[in-house]
């Protein structure tokens, strides 16, 4: 049992995201901003536990199920490359690793597309625990130099003013990147507030019987079953091909 892998939504023994959260993920609805920065889930039930199960307690597999929901649910278009907002250096120590790393690497890896690090934050304190009007200020971030023509896909974990992904989209532009489409795996309540919802595929959720299909609760174990023995690979729709020009 020291060594089980435990789910990241409900911390029960099994695989990184079980057949109940997965499907809990699924009913939830995708948001994007005003500003163009989208996000797969709202950050409350059972995303929230995926998520700072990635971001605090090391559940680094829930990576790769995060990052082929942001890339099933969102359009994405064609992008030449993945990269992401790093997290303060101190963090990233203190973790071992950067999340918005991982889930950048897991996105490029669904799509198919390299992932590169295009941009560094300047020093300054993380904004893990400000208020939203410290939030707005936003962190500091310096890119490499970019050319006109080249897509980037701007990756972070959480939004939560949108500060962060716009001060990091803002230097890449800066930089001279022609294109930057940011995504987000979770936008916080007062994010959504900003944001309406974007378009997407409706998944049953409840038990039978049951007609709602819009809160992102746990199914039971047996509905959870049902959906599983049922559905098929071929109702997912795949991510649109990405265009493969090579990154600078």
């Not at 929230?48 to 942001?70: D, F, I, P, S, T």
């Not at 930089?175 to 309540?189: D, Q």
Request: glycine content about 6%; hydrophobic content about 40%.
């Amino acid at each position: 049992m020291i060594f089980a892998t435990l789910c990241a939504g409900c911390n029960q023994p099994g695989t990184a995201l079980c057949n109940r959260c997965r499907f809990s993920l699924a009913s939830a609805s995708s948001q994007f901003t005003e500003t163009g920065i989208m996000a797969a889930l709202p950050f409350e039930g059972v995303a929230r536990q995926a998520v700072h199960g990635l971001k605090y307690r090391n559940r680094r597999q829930v990576a790769r199920q995060l990052a082929r929901l942001m890339v099933r649910r969102l359009r994405v278009g064609k992008v030449d490359v993945v990269t992401w907002a790093p997290t303060s250096g101190a963090r990233a120590r203190s973790r071992g690793y950067d999340q918005a790393e991982l889930l950048a690497r897991a996105v490029a890896a669904e799509l198919g597309v390299p992932c590169r690090r295009l941009l560094y934050r300047c020093h300054g304190v993380s904004q893990t625990g400000h208020t939203r009007a410290q939030r707005l200020q936003g962190p500091a971030f310096r890119a490499r130099a970019g050319r006109s023509q080249l897509r980037v896909l701007l990756v972070d974990d959480v939004v939560t003013t949108g500060a962060t992904l716009s001060a990091a989209r803002n230097a890449l532009l800066r930089a001279g990147v022609g294109t930057v489409h940011c995504l987000a795996a979770a936008a916080t309540p007062s994010a959504l507030q900003a944001m309406r919802p974007a378009s997407r595929r409706v998944v049953a959720m409840a038990s039978v019987g049951s007609s709602s299909t819009s809160t992102p609760r746990i199914p039971t174990l047996s509905a959870a079953d049902t959906l599983v023995s049922t559905s098929s690979r071929k109702a997912v729709r795949p991510a649109s091909a990405p265009s493969l020009a090579k990154a600078s």
